[in-house]
């Protein structure tokens, strides 16, 4: 009992925490904020002990970069948008990446903390993809009854799990094959496979397609195998 309680003290204290949280709380609509919302208070902590994040220059350099294509795009469509309010609203809601950005600049910069957000992810995905699988053989989830045509797990009425699942993958992908090799990264490959394609989203399919073409070219190694690999799946 005292080593479990340790445990989840040392998780609960742990700078990674908000985004674990963030990921965890997605299926719950706007709960997920509170992660958002503790990268920010973490960031400002951080900066008044002389932590800034503009100190790895490139880390910070790049994550802006990035931001600035982002929402510029968004900012660039919403002067000649159907609906302006949400338009707006949407733009300055995009602004709540920069702190969690520039938070995870802070923070993950050791290769144990990066490894352990990636095993984090990805015990977060694994119950997620453990009550869709209850959902795909029972017909129910630990949010209600499926009702509709498309597998939503843990989101309920939600049909952003298809898509959310997908973007996300290569962190169990990446936990399995570092834990159990090859054959461990396949039967992941496939357990995400199904509700991938039963949650029904496009989207969701072409992002998991280009995530499991990635995972065999990095298995691969040379153009052959990788060609071998694509015509055998």
């Known amino acids: 009992m005292t080593s479990f309680a340790a445990t989840s003290r040392a998780i609960l204290c742990s700078p990674l925490t908000p985004f674990w949280l963030v990921v965890a709380l997605l299926p719950f609509g706007r709960s997920a904020e509170l992660g958002t919302l503790l990268c920010l208070i973490g960031l400002l902590w ?37 609906a302006p309010a949400k338009s707006w609203s949407s733009v300055a809601g995009l602004l709540r990446y920069v702190p969690l950005g520039l938070y995870a600049c802070l923070v993950i910069r050791r290769t144990d903390r990066l490894y352990a957000l990636y095993a984090g992810v990805a015990a977060v995905l694994a119950l ?10 029972t017909g129910w989830s630990p949010r209600g009854v499926a009702t509709g045509e498309y597998l939503t797990g843990l989101f309920g009425n939600d049909l952003k799990f298809g898509p959310t699942l997908a973007v996300l993958s290569p962190f169990a992908l990446w936990a399995a094959r570092m834990r159990w090799g090859g054959r461990g990264l396949l039967v992941a490959f496939l357990l995400l496979l199904g509700p991938v394609l039963l949650a029904g989203s496009r989207s969701a399919w072409l992002c998991y397609a280009l995530v499991g073409l990635a995972f065999a070219w990095r298995e691969a190694g040379t153009t ?10």
């Open 46 to 82: 951080q900066c008044r002990h002389g932590m800034a994040p503009w100190r790895d220059r490139r880390g910070a350099a790049l994550l802006l970069v990035l931001l600035a294509a982002y929402v510029g795009a968004a900012l660039w469509s919403a002067f000649d948008a159907v």
């Open 128 to 137: 997620w993809v453990l009550a869709a699988w209850l959902q795909i053989v």
């Open 224 to 233: 052959r195998r990788f060609l071998g690999l694509c015509a055998a799946g």
